[in-house]
């Protein structure tokens, strides 16, 4: 009988455990369509089906994170994890999915405004959301870390801090060439928000590295 | 069973209740009160492995509590028992942490008080000493042991899930050796003084004999484990970070080592082994499940530089002084009324 419910103990956090994985590639793979979409956007618009299904996939993978965070809270709180574990799991599933959101909300903006982006400018946009993307990388392996190897989370923790830095520097950099250039101060404003919220996404990313940060430390204590 | 047996057994089973009650939580509190194990299942095992230790390893211990003072009557032990009850309930009361072992030890001296029988020094000193070794034996098994697990995790690196479920297992299993060993060790305090007037006879249960002793270790078992399900629950939820944060590792260091230390002190098999081979033996003396767990916390918290609340700690080592002399002072006067104004004969 102890045998039995050991093992069921395993098989039900081994479950868990792949939601959650499969839970972070939906980080993985939005912020992979969040690129595209950027890239199509700045070369054809808004205007075309390759936006609008770009779009729509990532709001695909933002419904299947919703459904995954669901099933994985439910597991947590059914009791797969000891009490103080499971809050903390479920407040890293619920940030990294901000994650996710945010993207989504930047990408139905751009459909919705369209602003202008002048040329002068698309290399340094281009950059800050690469930089974004390494920033959610790093905090994707940092949360696996946590899951996996608590020795790593540092490392990962680090790394994530650098490239928030850098995505910071970048935004900065972009604003200028955004309002050095000839366009309208109103496009300015506009596209300004644009880059103010693509930043926000890399720092919600290290506010939830932070988070893993210490959630390392309390259990390595 | 005749009623008059259970009458004078009453106040061993009220001890025995008041254990269990109090002392499951030192086996089972941190891992209930944090939620880690549900109580039905914490209560389950403590239950029967407390009955089990009881009944299969008691007498070791019981033997040296019986040294200490030869209570023939019934009515004397039964207002030893009873005097040691008073004392456990009203230190609670008082919000003293105390010990069962020291009621009783003090109790039995009260009564050799009043019956004017010597007390064997040699027994006491054996009994006091091991008060003192027990804490400091359990402060060094824990960090021994702590150090030993940090080091096969570091080896290993589990990942944080894995690492949840042994944790979870080991807790279980830590609870249930800690019961074993809380019934084997303090089923002394409970019972001991009624050994020698044991009112059962030897029965023979599908070919097995079951001693009048082990009978008698047997309803303290039970009266234990209606203590670990009528009350412990509470205790269980108020315990766990009063002396130091405790995390699940570290919860199963503390239970580990209080379970081994307890286990050290009541196994007649561990005694006869160590004597066979030369070595020195271990004393079977009951000894405190709290002062056997604070010892592990203490030396845990230090190892790992963890604040530790020494106030507390304070009031828990003036509850231990204070303990044996209340017991005593109180045995002699509850013998006096049961022998002057009851005329119940106690020696």
């Known amino acids: 009988m102890w045998f039995t419910k050991a093992q069921s103990l395993f098989s039900q956090s081994k479950t868990t455990e792949s939601h959650i994985f499969q839970f972070f590639d939906c980080v993985t793979a939005a912020h992979h369509q969040f690129m595209q979409l950027w890239q199509i956007y700045l070369t054809q618009g808004a205007q075309c089906a390759d936006f609008d299904q770009t779009l729509a996939s990532l709001s695909q993978i933002e419904s299947k994170a919703d459904d995954l965070q669901r099933q994985i809270d439910a597991r947590l709180y059914g009791g797969t994890l000891i009490p103080d574990l499971r809050a903390d799991v479920a407040l890293l599933i619920d940030q990294a999915d901000k994650l996710i959101n945010l993207q989504e909300t930047i990408g139905i903006h751009l459909k919705v405004e369209q602003p202008t982006v002048p040329s002068e400018v698309h290399p340094s946009l281009l950059a800050q959301i690469q930089i974004v993307g390494d920033t959610l990388d790093h905090t994707v392996l940092c949360a696996k870390s946590f899951l996996t190897d608590l020795q790593r989370v540092q490392e990962y923790h680090q790394k994530v801090i650098l490239f928030e830095s850098d995505a910071n520097s970048m935004c900065i950099k972009a604003k200028t060439i955004l309002f050095s250039s000839d366009l309208e101060l109103t496009h300015k404003v506009q596209l300004r928000y644009f880059f103010d919220r693509i930043d926000a996404v890399a720092n919600l990313a290290e506010d939830i590295s932070d988070r893993i940060s210490i959630f390392t430390l309390k259990r390595l204590q | ?347």
């Open chain 2, 1 to 347: 069973m005749d009623i008059s047996i259970i009458i004078f057994l009453s106040s061993g089973l009220f001890l025995g209740w008041s254990l269990g009650a109090n002392d499951a939580a030192n086996v089972f509190g941190t891992a209930v009160g944090s939620r880690m194990i549900r109580f039905g299942t914490a209560a389950l095992i403590c239950s029967i492995m407390v009955i089990l230790g009881a009944v299969i390893s008691g007498a070791g211990a019981s033997h040296t509590l019986g040294s200490l003072g030869q209570i023939t009557a019934m009515g004397g032990a039964f207002t030893v028992a009873l005097s040691a009850a008073l004392t456990v309930y009203l230190m609670t009361k008082w919000g003293l942490p105390v010990s069962t072992g020291q009621a009783i030890v003090g109790a039995i001296i009260g009564w050799n008080l009043f019956s004017h029988t010597e007390t064997d020094s040699a027994v006491l000193t054996k009994i006091v000493t091991t008060w003192m070794v027990c804490p400091l034996l359990s402060f060094v098994t824990a960090i021994m042991l702590y150090k030993l697990l940090a080091g096969i995790i570091n080896q290993t690196r589990p990942g944080l899930f894995a690492l949840d479920n042994w944790t979870r297992i080991g807790l279980l299993l830590a609870g249930a050796f800690g019961s074993y060993s809380l019934g084997a060790n303090n089923i002394a305090n409970v019972m001991g003084v009624f050994v020698p007037s044991a009112p059962f006879a030897t029965k023979f249960i599908l070919g097995v004999e079951f001693t009048a002793v082990m009978q008698l270790f047997l309803l303290g078992g039970i009266a234990i484990s209606v203590g670990v399900y009528t009350y412990s629950k509470r205790v269980m939820m108020t315990v766990g970070d009063s002396l130091i944060p405790m995390t699940p590792l570290t919860a199963f260091v503390v239970v580990m080592s209080h379970s081994i230390v307890l286990f050290l002190f009541s196994s007649q098999g561990l005694s006869d082994l160590l004597a066979n081979n030369g070595l020195p033996t271990i004393p079977l003396v009951p000894v405190s499940s709290s002062q056997a767990v604070i010892g592990a916390v203490i030396g845990v918290g230090m190892l790992k530089r963890l604040p530790i609340q020494w106030a507390t700690l304070g009031r828990v080592v003036t509850g231990w002084c204070f303990t044996p002399i209340i017991a005593a002072l109180g045995c002699w006067l509850c013998l006096y009324f049961v022998q002057n104004i009851f005329s119940v004969a106690v020696i």
